[in-house]
């Protein structure tokens, strides 16, 4: 079976821009989660959705926004980037009645220059 | 002060050896705990949930001590496959099922 898949794998933005990182779920996973990973530290979490709604949401500014789709892929967007979002953005999906055993996807890197 | 602390390592071990990690959290109502493993700009993967009575998954040892705050991953006859980093990873249900990682333990087996 495929596992959590990610796009793109890589993306090099500059400051002020926007970005829109997607995940698609493990077939038959219902929630996902959005976690940022800075090198050398532990993912932190930004959101999780479940059905299309919102179950969840770590400290991140405004500027940090997601969604979930029918199908249960999800977009994460980030406007106006900063240096500091530079990192790798980990998707995760979980079943439905295993909510906190999550599977990780290969996560997008982004460098923001 | 941060919710899940690690000692960031690096625990150089030889092969064969029995290594342990530790790992103490902030929050007395965490109610799931895990250990995840984390290989090299790799994503991380579930090592195994971490329960109240302790649990054993061939060399992999995990142990929570609830009036502590802490867990515990012990891991025996340790391999070259097993250099990674480990993170203490614990869900707060009020916190809308995220989970809260440590920053993680780097285990370095050599030959």
């Known amino acids: 079976d495929a596992g959590v898949t990610q796009s793109p794998t890589h993306l090099i933005k500059t400051r002020g821009q926007h970005v829109t990182l997607r995940c698609s779920p493990i077939?038959?996973?219902?929630?996902v989660s959005w976690y940022q990973q800075v090198l050398g530290q532990g993912p932190q979490f930004i959101f999780q959705?479940?059905?299309?709604?919102?179950?969840g949401r770590g400290n991140f500014p405004d500027r940090f926004s997601a969604r979930q789709f029918p199908n249960y892929s999800s977009e994460l967007n980030v406007n106006a980037l900063l240096l500091g979002d530079s990192a790798l953005y980990l998707c995760?999906?979980?079943?439905?009645?295993?909510?906190?055993?999550?599977?990780f996807g290969p996560g997008t890197r982004l460098t923001v220059t | 002060r941060k919710e899940v602390e690690q000692d960031p390592g690096p625990f150089n071990v030889p092969e064969g050896a029995t290594v342990a990690f530790n790992c103490t959290y902030s929050?007395?109502?965490?109610?799931?705990f895990f250990w995840y493993r984390q290989d090299c700009r790799k994503e991380p993967k579930l090592l195994m949930s971490?329960?109240?009575s302790g649990n054993e998954d061939g060399r992999f040892t995990a142990q929570l001590n609830r009036a502590s705050q802490y867990i515990s991953l012990l891991i025996r006859d340790s391999k070259l496959s097993d250099s990674a980093t480990y993170l203490c990873?614990?869900?707060?249900?009020?916190?809308?099922?995220?989970?809260?990682f440590g920053g993680g333990t780097r285990l370095m087996v050599k030959p």
């Open positions: 929050n007395s109502a965490s109610q799931s």
């Open positions: 959705y479940y059905e299309k709604e919102e179950r």
């Open positions: 077939s038959g996973h219902k929630s």
């Open positions: 971490v329960y109240s």
């Open positions: 995760a999906s979980s079943r439905d009645n295993q909510p906190y055993e999550q599977y």
């Open positions: 990873v614990v869900n707060d249900d009020d916190a809308g099922n995220m989970l809260t």
